[in-house]
């Protein structure tokens, strides 16, 4: 485990812990290691240096790492991974680390013999299974598949917020006749209807085009935020002062009660068949899929080697159906 000490970490080696799985907690301070709960090892080693995580994934099976934004800090932690060949996964939210991780990791993993799984949480778990699902569902290749979020009541962690600046200032990819091309963040507005009714959405650096396409088939993809008009816009100009506003996004994460409250909605539509998934508490949510998907990895391996999509990696019915606890998911209106 990668990151063990920040938020999002730490909520995902209380899931492993109580799973019972045999852990290893890696981060550069021995003080906030040492407070981390549960019988687990604890080792040193800093994320941006190979070669200290090299020497940290000593006799380890499979790694999460939560250390972002994971275009400043991911990719040292791949090479490790490759190098020590460890299976590895992260929760990366971040469009532009994904498509770097697949254009420059695949061939070194296969090579390694191991899986090379990013966005494994809320993002992108349950879109990226959805399109799978709803694919399935349609038959045959389908032309297009739209991934749509609504998120109600949310508050996001200090890493998030960071890592939502630093996306905000990059391009919003599409899949688009067979190719990824850059769109806008907030482009493509319209309406669209959830379970609770219609809402406004627009475009959104999502996973999925980079994702989905592997798996589908599908020549055009693009990933949906439910969005108010002028929100779009905001959001868009947000990038542009990212690197001012970082350092005010604080370090702290919601409480267990604020996590409770916040709920999801993600509708992938493939040629007019949707799947839906919802659920709450997006980071507890993330913790599960992180230690369902470590222990899948480490038990049974991968179907190949690789850098796989989630829905490639696992098997997307049985996965959402070991994560009863924190959403459910249907294939139909």
Known sequence: MV???????????????SRGVDLVAIGRSREKLDALPGDLERRVADAGDEASLVRALAGCDALVTTVGPFVDHGEPVVRAAVEAGVHYIDTTGEQAFMRTVFERYDRAASSAGIAVVPAIGFDYVPGDM???????????TPDRIDVHYLIRKAKASGGTKRTGMRVAALPCLVWKEGRLVEDRIGGDGR?????EGEANVALWPGGEPVTVPRHTGARNVSTYMRLPKAASALIRGAGKAA????????TDGPSPEERGRGRYEVVAVADGVRCTVEGHDMYGMTAAAC???LQRLADGGPPRAGVLAPAEAFDPAAFLDA????????VGS
């Open 243 to 250: 690197s001012l506003a970082q350092p005010l996004a604080g």
């Open 191 to 195: 309406r669209f209807l959830f379970a």
């Open 130 to 140: 959805a399109a799978a699902l709803a694919a399935q569902a349609a038959g045959g």
């Open 3 to 17: 990151g063990a000490t920040g938020y999002t970490g730490a909520l995902v080696v209380q899931e492993l812990v």
């Open 323 to 330: 994560m009863r606890g924190h959403l459910t998911w249907r």
């Open 291 to 293: 230690a369902e998907a």
